[in-house]
């Protein structure tokens, strides 16, 4: 099932033409450069803004093409804005039953109890809507949009705005969300550390037009598009906790391509997590080094070369199938004689763990 | 004390302020309403309109209003056609008169608090299920109520402070178009200043306090949060 849109809303100087089609389970994050139409792009799939001859259809459900256009009241939509908008003439309980009062209560799917625990809100309910801190009047906010129990979830920005304490109170949040609750999510940003952290597919947008979409992973490595370039060139993996090493501290993390020792978190054994490596801490040797301070060190294949600029070049490894990128110095990739195909491997120097 | 005549005039210029304010929130919402939601052009056409009476003098109002309204003017045979009579010299002539006399002082404060609650927050209900009659009432009109504070009590104070055009159009039939102000000028006119301080000082403090009212009524419920 997915959510397929080809979107066209005209305002003069800009002008949207979109056309995606994207999983409807999972994050999704709509990135771009701002005035790019993330937000125009996401309000027209709210129908907040209508142009001609759009599409939209939303699992089984036609939102709009030629001769319908549901109306934004009627889309079983939750919508965060980028300011959290709380209605200032309500408490927040009020603000939280606004949306959940209008939902037939045979069509409620997240329950009071369970949207004010998700989210930590429960000493907020008695607070006057002025009162709250930033960071809690968007944690109010996502609340309320949940509580129409959404089938797609819409969020605009939702940590812009807010300074870095109250990000990193609602980041885990979000986090809960993706992993306890089902609802597709389209997440519009414009930090490589939030796509980073909490998509699971990425919409490119560049002036109004959809330049690439596709999973993460593969997005992230793919030398066609600017997130491979440049000085925050990342690769994403999934890693599951394989064990804990006692003596030295250290936790164990397999992916397909080998085992990461990382510093000791406080993780489960079994739990999946995402690492970020980026290319620049990515190191390439044709010999297994022994005499080495670096840990994680895993065999990998080159896959691609690109020039980085007159002095670098950024290499795409596949680590067990994995992508892995690597950026060298043109030198050093001509005395190593990389070329696609050839064996080598990678060091690691620094991984950071997402969750 | 007051006299029997001056009670029947304030209690014809209480129930005139009434009516005409409450006829007035009822037109002008929808009319405030549309003015600050519109991109129509002709938008700035309606607008003045309703400011005219702001500047018009109130005789020029009451005059065509006279001819309108009058036995021979096109509303007044409307109502002989339909049964009535003529509105000129008649209470319900005098509301017809104060509701458009005070039409600006009702419109442009809901036209100006619709416009501060903005479109944000109807959007917000609109993805929170709400219809659009329902984001009406549940939303734009409890932010607006500094708003609807200010337009019913300046649209009651003015039809209680008008003159001219209830003078061209009501006369002073005691009891029935007679109201304060008019009152007031009889006084005078008369030499009894004695009675007419009566009124005046009455019209001037409960005025007074009618403003000081809606004053620190909109200091506690300040509009839309920054």
Do not use: C
């Amino acid at each position: 099932m997915t959510i397929d849109a080809r979107l066209r809303i005209d305002r003069g100087a800009f002008s949207l033409d979109a056309e995606l089609s994207v999983p409807d389970r999972g994050v999704t994050a709509i990135f771009g450069p701002s005035g790019s139409g993330k937000t125009t792009l996401l309000r027209a799939i709210a129908g907040l803004e209508r142009g001609p001859d759009g599409f939209l259809k939303v699992g089984q459900e036609v939102w709009q093409d030629a001769g319908t256009f549901v109306p934004p009241h009627q889309r079983p939509l939750g919508y965060v804005f980028q300011e959290a908008s709380l209605f200032s003439h309500l408490s927040v309980k009020a603000n939280l039953e606004y949306g959940y009062k209008r939902v037939t209560p045979s069509a409620r799917r997240v329950e009071m109890e369970h949207a004010v625990a998700l989210l930590g809100v429960d000493p907020l309910l008695s607070r006057d809507t002025e009162d709250l801190s930033g960071g809690e009047r968007q944690r109010v906010a996502i609340s309320r949009a949940l509580l129409t129990s959404p089938a797609l979830l819409l969020l605009d920005e939702p940590l812009t705005g807010l300074d870095l304490e109250s990000k990193a109170e609602i980041v885990p949040y979000l986090e809960r969300l993706h992993e306890e609750l089902e609802i597709p999510v389209l997440y519009v940003s414009h930090s490589p550390d939030e796509v980073a952290r909490l998509a699971d597919h990425l919409v490119l947008l560049q002036q109004g037009r959809v330049l690439a979409s596709g999973e993460i992973r593969q997005m992230l490595t793919r030398s066609d598009l600017p997130l491979f370039h440049g000085d925050e060139a990342e690769a994403i993996l999934e890693a599951t906790v394989v064990g804990h090493d006692e003596a030295y501290e250290l936790t164990q993390l397999e992916f397909p391509g080998g085992r990461f020792n990382v510093t000791r978190r406080d993780l489960e054994i079994g739990q999946v997590v995402r690492l970020r490596i980026l290319a620049r801490d990515v190191s390439l040797t044709l010999e297994h080094q022994i005499d080495t301070s670096i840990l994680n060190i895993f065999p990998v294949t080159v896959e691609e070369l690109a020039d980085e600029g007159p002095a670098q070049v950024m290499v795409r490894l596949s680590a067990g199938g994995a992508p892995i990128l690597s950026r060298i110095t043109r030198r050093s990739a001509d005395s190593l004689q990389l070329t696609p195909g050839k064996r080598v491997y990678a060091q690691i120097k620094t991984v950071a763990l997402l969750a | 004390m007051l006299t029997e005549t001056d009670l029947a005039a304030l209690w014809i210029t209480l129930k005139l302020a009434g009516l005409t304010t409450l006829i007035l929130i009822l037109l002008g919402t929808p009319l405030a309403w549309w003015l600050a939601r519109t991109r129509f052009r002709g938008k700035v056409v309606v607008e003045a309109v309703v400011a005219l009476p702001l500047v018009l003098p109130p005789t020029v109002l009451g005059f065509y209003l006279l001819l309108a309204l009058g036995p021979n003017g096109p509303i007044g045979r409307l109502m002989e056609a339909l049964g009535g009579h003529a509105l000129a010299f008649t209470f319900a002539g005098l509301v017809v008169g104060s509701v458009l006399y005070s039409l600006p002082f009702v419109v442009q404060p809901l036209q100006d608090a619709f416009s501060t609650v903005g479109r944000r927050p109807l959007e917000v209900a609109a993805t929170l299920r709400a219809s659009p009659l329902d984001r009406f009432l549940t939303v734009a009109v409890p932010l607006a109520r500094p708003g609807f504070l200010t337009a019913a009590v300046l649209g009651f104070a003015h039809t209680v402070g008008e003159f001219g055009v209830v003078l061209m159009i009501g006369g002073s039939i005691p009891g029935e178009t007679r109201v304060l102000s008019i009152a007031i000028y009889e006084h005078v006119e008369a030499l009894e200043y004695g009675r007419a301080h009566m009124l005046a000082g009455g019209l001037l403090v409960l005025s007074f306090l009618m403003l000081l009212a809606v004053y620190g009524w909109n200091r506690r419920f300040r509009l839309v949060r920054p």
